[in-house]
C-alpha cells in the first residue's frame, strides 16, 4: 500500500487557477501510474487525468482537457494537477489515486488500489 496526502484545495473564482498537489509514501512510487478522481456532491467519483509511471504519458477527461495538466516527480514521489481556467461545475473533492498493479494504466475506479483523503475544491461563479 502507499500512503497518498492531497494539499492545494480552496476557494476560487471562475476562471482562476489551482494546483493539486499529492505526496505518497510507503513504495516504490516511480513503479505505479497515478491518477486523480474528483466527486461533487450527489455524484459519483469520476475519472479527471491520469499519467503512467515514467511520466510519458497521460490522459485526460473530456471535460478537463486543455484546461488541467496532470504531472510527477518521481524524485519526490509528488504528482500535481494544475487546473487553470476552473468552472463552477469543477467544484468537487479531488483525490489522488495509485494504481493496484505496477506498470499498469488506468482511468476506471478499480484499476487505483491506494486513495488519498481528497481535497475541497471550490469554484465560484
Known amino acids: 500500500q502507499v500512503q497518498l496526502v492531497e494539499s492545494g484545495g480552496g476557494l476560487v473564482q471562475a476562471g482562476g487557477s489551482l494546483r493539486l498537489s499529492c505526496a505518497a509514501s510507503g513504495r516504490t512510487f516511480s513503479s505505479y501510474a497515478m491518477g486523480w478522481f474528483r466527486q461533487a456532491p450527489g455524484k459519483e467519483r469520476e475519472f479527471v487525468a491520469t499519467i503512467s509511471w515514467s511520466g510519458g504519458s497521460s490522459n485526460y477527461a473530456d471535460s478537463v482537457k486543455g484546461r488541467f495538466t496532470i504531472s510527477r516527480d518521481n524524485a519526490k514521489s509528488t504528482v500535481n494537477l494544475q487546473m487553470n481556467s476552473l468552472k463552477p461545475e469543477d467544484t468537487a473533492v479531488y483525490y489522488c489515486?495509485?494504481?493496484?498493479?505496477?506498470?499498469?494504466?488506468?482511468?476506471?475506479?478499480?484499476?487505483?488500489?491506494?486513495w488519498g483523503q481528497g481535497t475541497q475544491v471550490t469554484v465560484s461563479s
Open positions: 489515486a495509485a494504481t493496484l498493479v505496477p506498470w499498469t494504466l488506468g482511468e476506471d475506479l478499480d484499476d487505483f488500489g491506494s
